[in-house]
């Protein structure tokens, strides 16, 4: 069974720092690209960054370019989102994707970050 | 960024009736591997977001077939054949040919 299993979502301040993890199982994670969306409470869905297989290749959203960063290890399954500089417009749910253009694709079930002080 | 725009924003059904959502995208969304990464979310209440339709005409794995896409160019089209109780969510057109991949804003859909 797949699973992607985010962790690490909470109350932060403005200005302040989260570390999203997603801990993934079920399906061959080194083959895939693997990306963070975020729905902002009652709003529509937006990429925020994506990694390329072997971590090499990273992409962003304006929105975050400078403040948040993505990473991965292969050996642990897991695909982390840091997230510093915080404002309260980052407010949302935040998803892991093992996206594929023409695979499947799978989704977790996200976590909740607040920014407000 | 390519603007994807959704039409109608809000759509009430009858059960057992079809539905149509257009999708506008403000750019071809051909990749420049000749691809048109141009998919189908649907997302029902409470839930994570599912694929339905990738690369504008096919269906993903365990989608009913009475979810259909098509379109070309910039103007694409989800149909239901017939709406079903459990179809109620809001849909979401996507393109993923040019980064950052970009949403439509969606449609709800809800039953009459």
């Known amino acids: 069974e797949v699973q992607l299993v985010e962790s690490g979502g909470g109350l932060v301040q403005p200005g302040g720092s989260l570390r999203l993890s997603c801990a993934a199982s079920?399906?061959?994670?080194?083959?895939?690209?693997m990306s963070w969306a975020r729905q902002a409470p009652g709003r529509g869905l937006e990429w925020v960054a994506t990694i390329s297989q072997d971590g090499s290749a990273k992409m962003y959203v304006d929105a975050v370019k400078g403040r948040f960063a993505i990473s991965r290890d292969n050996a642990e399954n897991s695909v982390y989102l840091q997230m510093s500089s915080l404002r309260a417009e980052d407010t949302a749910v935040y998803y892991c994707s093992a996206y594929c253009h023409s695979r499947s694709t799978f989704w977790g079930q996200g976590t909740l970050v607040t920014v407000s002080s | 960024d390519v603007v994807v725009t959704q039409s109608p924003l809000s759509l009430p059904v009858t059960l057992g009736q079809p539905a149509s959502i257009s999708c506008r995208s403000s750019?071809?969304?051909?990749?420049?591997?000749?691809?048109?990464?141009l998919n189908w979310f649907q997302q029902r209440p409470g839930q994570s977001p599912r694929r339905l339709i990738y690369?504008?005409?096919n269906r993903d794995s365990g989608v009913p077939d009475r979810f259909s896409g098509s379109g070309s160019g910039t103007d694409f089209t989800l149909k239901i054949s017939r709406v079903e109780a459990e179809d109620v969510g809001v849909y979401y057109c996507?393109?993923?040919?040019?980064?950052?991949?970009?949403f439509g804003q969606g449609t709800k859909v809800e039953i009459k």
């Open positions: 996507m393109q993923g040919s040019h980064w950052p991949w970009t």
């Open positions: 750019q071809s969304p051909v990749h420049s591997d000749g691809n048109t990464y």
């Open positions: 079920g399906f061959i994670f080194s083959s895939y690209w």
């Open positions: 690369k504008v005409s």
